[in-house]
């Protein structure tokens, strides 16, 4: 990065600020840095510039969307925006787009200031969006074929770990702070069975009477640290242990699973509190239809391996209000920390 152009280097440094880039976080994902993501994210920002359609706002539906990959999600979203765009035409819509913002909070702001109608999300960005955004959840998505994964807690296979108490003292490692399934449900599941969460870095233990935990960045991390006993154990979904690049095959055989959450929907899509009826439940008709059109079907398999929308079960809502609970006592714990 010493090498950047001064006035570049400058304006990444303003776009940290802007893209509110915490620092002090572990470094996540493919960009290697916070330098290297701002950059990105202003040549990004200078190419959406361009592609935002003519019509008016009143007349565009605007999928948003959190993104360490704008290039790559816009050309996955595009297309499903433009399929529903197209079938909403007899109630003034004219235009589909894409808005794509590093973070949850860009996002919640732009929910709030009517510049995006849909989004979709996990279970936890879904209730800070809800919180923080007043956005409604209208349905849930078959992420890669599955409408519904929860937390799996993983230890060596000789470890003498085989419940959740087994883990005071010891370092649990998580993936990262936005991780539905591999922080924020396993977190709360042990919050709600009064452990006390102590985070701590490498190498440092925690307290005898409290669980320590620090982050990975990636799921084939926390099975290698676990599988090296780098960690006692971690905590990831059971997608992510059936998924041979996440725990290969030859680091699986050293491993075992010792506890398992409750289910949670897979993915879930929202709008914005203030939308239309009519054009909230076009828009719920039209997903809930689209898997049976050859062509909407293929639009949902080239998003994340998408197979259908899905209405939300009895089931559901409930995980999701018993979710919506816990989340207020875990954003206490994360003020503590």
Same mark, same amino acid.
């Given at each position: 990065m010493n090498g950047m152009p001064g006035g570049i280097r400058e304006m990444a440094r303003g776009a940290v600020r802007y893209l509110d880039i915490d620092r002090s976080a572990p470094k996540l994902g493919w960009y290697g840095g916070d330098m290297i993501k701002?950059?990105? @994210?202003?040549?990004?920002?200078?190419?959406?510039?361009?592609?935002?359609?003519?019509?008016?706002r009143a007349?565009?539906?605007?999928?948003?969307?959190?993104?360490t990959n704008p290039q790559k999600h816009y050309r996955q979203l595009k297309p499903l925006v433009d399929y529903v765009a197209e079938r909403m035409q007899d109630l003034g819509i004219q235009a589909g787009d894409v808005r794509l913002v590093p973070n949850e909070r860009e996002l919640a702001r732009l929910l709030r200031e009517g510049k995006v109608d849909w989004m979709t999300d996990s279970v936890f960005p879904a209730l800070f969006y809800q919180e923080s955004a007043g956005a409604e959840i209208i349905l849930k998505r078959w992420k890669k074929g599955v409408p519904s994964y929860r937390s799996v807690f993983i230890t060596r296979a000789d470890a003498p770990i085989h419940e959740l108490a087994d883990l005071k003292g010891k370092v649990l490692v998580f993936e990262d702070p936005g991780s539905t399934t591999a922080f924020f449900w396993p977190a709360v599941e042990l919050l709600r069975r009064g452990y006390v969460l102590q985070q701590v870095a490498a190498g440092q233990r925690p307290e005898r009477q409290s669980i320590g935990y620090r982050f990975t960045s990636s799921e084939i991390n926390i099975s290698m640290q676990v599988a090296e006993g780098k960690a006692a154990a971690g905590v990831?979904?059971?997608?992510?242990?059936?998924?041979?690049?996440?725990?290969?095959?030859?680091v699986r055989a050293r491993l075992r699973i010792f506890h398992r959450t409750r289910p949670l929907p897979r993915m879930l899509e929202l709008v914005r509190g203030d939308w239309h009826e009519k054009l909230r439940f076009r828009l719920r008709q039209i997903l809930l239809q689209l898997h049976l059109d050859p062509k909407g079907a293929k639009v949902l398999k080239a998003f994340q391996k998408s197979r259908r929308f899905e209405a939300l079960s009895?089931?559901? @809502?409930?995980?999701?209000?018993?979710?919506?609970?816990?989340?207020?006592?875990?954003?206490?714990?994360?003020l503590s920390q």
């Open positions: 701002a950059v990105y @994210w202003l040549v990004w920002l200078g190419l959406y510039a361009g592609m935002v359609h003519p019509a008016s007349h565009t539906l605007i999928l948003g969307k959190v993104s990831y979904s059971d997608l992510d242990w059936e998924d041979r690049e996440h725990t290969p095959a030859r009895t089931e559901d @809502w409930d995980m999701i209000r018993q979710a919506r609970r816990l989340f207020v006592r875990f954003h206490e714990f994360l």
